[in-house]
């Protein structure tokens, strides 16, 4: 059995005791780094093997993975927060592992994208996630425009650094738009920054920003 465990974003608190159950029984954990994932298995006292699976080995790792699982064992694939298989490179792994009829089975918890929808007090009835905003600026631009005809939620995921070349973007395509920022989704300095697009670039112009970020416009 694969299973799919979602760990937490931020906070080591937030962890299903289902999830705590399966790392604990299963052979193998798989991680994209020990050291991230490190911190969660010593808060509860988890000492299974853990192994590294990314885009680097992803390729090399999937074949032997999937022998351990053809004998019988069970593993557990974990990201380094939230869902696995989101933006990460567990589908891969996924994906082969259903080609091979073996049975994956997912671990419901964390999900920033999701996290941050709930909160940011934008409609929840419909919305599309994204992704990484393109980082070719001719990309973003195409996409942004294609957003500001759809009447429902974009999601995005975006970096610290390139926040504010994105704002200028969509501000330049979609000034009005509603949008909120989510910014260190369950950790000490969380943040959730609202308002229409022009109005957010401005205010965070001459302000440095840090953390993971969450984009949801509408």
Same mark, same amino acid.
């Given at each position: 059995?694969?299973?799919?465990?979602?760990?937490?974003?931020?906070? /080591?608190?937030?962890?299903? /005791?289902?999830?705590?159950?399966?790392? +604990?029984?299963?052979?193998?954990? /798989?991680?994209?780094?020990? %050291?991230?994932?490190?911190?969660?298995?010593? %808060?509860?006292?988890? +000492?299974?093997?853990?192994?590294?699976?990314?885009?680097?080995?992803?390729?090399?790792?999937?074949?032997?993975?999937?022998?351990?699982?053809?004998?019988?064992?069970?593993?557990?694939?974990?990201?380094?927060?939230?869902?696995? @298989?989101?933006?990460?490179?567990? &589908?891969?792994?996924?994906?082969?592992?259903i080609k091979e009829d073996i049975k994956v089975s997912p671990v419901p918890g964390p999900n920033a994208a999701i996290s941050a929808l709930a909160a940011s007090g934008l409609p929840t009835d419909r919305f599309t996630y994204y992704g990484f905003v393109p980082k070719k600026e001719k990309k973003a631009k195409e996409l942004f425009k294609k957003i500001k005809l759809l009447k429902e939620s974009?999601? &995005?995921?975006?970096?610290?650094?390139?926040?504010?070349?994105?704002?200028?973007?969509?501000?330049?395509?979609?000034?009005?738009?509603?949008?909120?920022?989510?910014?260190?989704?369950?950790?000490? &300095?969380?943040? &959730?920054?609202?308002?229409?697009?022009?109005?957010?670039?401005?205010?965070? =112009?001459?302000?440095?920003? =840090? @953390?993971?970020?969450?984009?949801?416009?509408?």
């Amino acid at each position: 059995m694969l299973y799919v465990v979602a760990t937490p974003i931020g906070n /080591l608190e937030d962890i299903t /005791l289902r999830a705590l159950r399966i790392l +604990k029984e299963v052979d193998v954990i /798989l991680a994209e780094d020990k %050291r991230r994932t490190g911190k969660l298995l010593k %808060r509860y006292n988890i +000492k299974n093997i853990q192994q590294i699976y990314n885009d680097h080995n992803k390729e090399r790792r999937t074949k032997n993975i999937i022998q351990m699982l053809k004998k019988g064992k069970d593993i557990a694939l974990a990201s380094d927060s939230g869902t696995p @298989g989101i933006n990460d490179p567990g &589908f891969y792994l996924i994906r082969a592992c259903i080609k091979e009829d073996i049975k994956v089975s997912p671990v419901p918890g964390p999900n920033a994208a999701i996290s941050a929808l709930a909160a940011s007090g934008l409609p929840t009835d419909r919305f599309t996630y994204y992704g990484f905003v393109p980082k070719k600026e001719k990309k973003a631009k195409e996409l942004f425009k294609k957003i500001k005809l759809l009447k429902e939620s974009a999601i &995005f995921y975006e970096s610290p650094h390139r926040i504010k070349n994105t704002l200028k973007i969509m501000s330049e395509i979609a000034p009005t738009k509603q949008i909120v920022i989510a910014r260190e989704i369950t950790k000490k &300095f969380e943040e &959730f920054i609202r308002g229409e697009v022009k109005e957010v670039e401005d205010r965070l =112009k001459n302000r440095k920003i =840090k @953390g993971e970020l969450v984009i949801i416009l509408n």
